[in-house]
């Protein structure tokens, strides 16, 4: 009986000692298998975490290559009409003083953003009524850089263009001017642009200030013609 009791003794221990060990390994498993889902999610939300700053880095670039790209190109152009500004305004003071021309001065900046040539009203002096300094200022532009496309260029001038002017910067394939006086600045001191500009707009039809008509087309189309037929540079 007594050894019965042992026997039975034994194999309840030798069952709960494998229990044990059974669930011990179990839970070891258990463990590993959790721990490694864990690690996964880490290194799986660290791959997202890691992809959101690079996606953001990635925009914060653009939008700061972007806007401080147009910020600094900002602080040049406005730099740089400013230096056209004064260069304009001591020119026009020279040759006013000289009694060569009116109180206007005209700038050109080239498309690096440097001021490359400044001039001013010259009309009395050079006995030229189109001695205006936009033009003077346009001439002397083209003929630094030998052509006559100014493209990509911009104009200061000291007063708004007079109609002439106005057009000859669009000859000129300027397509930015920056002014400083209105035409009724100008014509507060007797100039006339504000009274050409008002002709304009009213069709030209007075024919008081400019009589305008047409005779000899035929004989001028042949001209035309002859220029369209050459294939000659448009401009
Ligand atoms: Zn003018």
């Keep these: 009986m007594k050894g019965d009791f042992f026997r039975i003794k034994k194999h309840l221990e030798i069952f709960f000692a494998r229990c044990v060990k059974g669930r011990h390994l179990s839970c070891e498993l258990d463990y590993k298998n959790r721990m490694e889902r864990v690690i996964g999610m880490s290194i799986r939300k660290r791959r997202v975490e890691m992809g959101q700053v690079l996606i953001f880095s990635l925009i914060l670039l653009g939008v700061l290559s972007t806007y401080g790209g147009a910020f600094a190109a900002d602080v040049g152009r406005e730099r740089a009409v400013d230096e056209a500004l004064e260069k304009a305004i001591i020119q026009a003071q020279k040759t006013m003083r000289e009694d060569l021309g009116g109180p206007f001065g005209a700038a050109i900046i080239d498309v690096d953003g440097t001021v490359l040539c400044v001039a001013s009203n010259t009309v009395l002096g050079d006995h030229d009524p189109t001695a205006h300094a936009e033009i003077n200022a346009i001439r002397l532009a083209a003929e630094i850089k030998g052509t ?51 002709f304009i707009e009213s069709g030209r039809s007075d024919s008081l200030i400019l009589s305008i008509e047409e005779y000899g087309r035929d004989r001028c189309l042949e001209l035309f013609d002859e220029y369209a037929e050459l294939n000659k540079i448009i401009y």
């Design 148 to 198: 006559h496309d100014l493209s990509g260029m911009v104009i200061y001038a000291t007063g708004y263009p007079c109609p002439m002017c106005l057009a000859a910067i669009i000859w000129a394939n300027i397509t930015e001017a920056v002014y400083g006086c209105r035409p009724e600045d100008a014509e507060e001191i007797g100039f006339r642009d504000d009274f050409i500009y008002r």
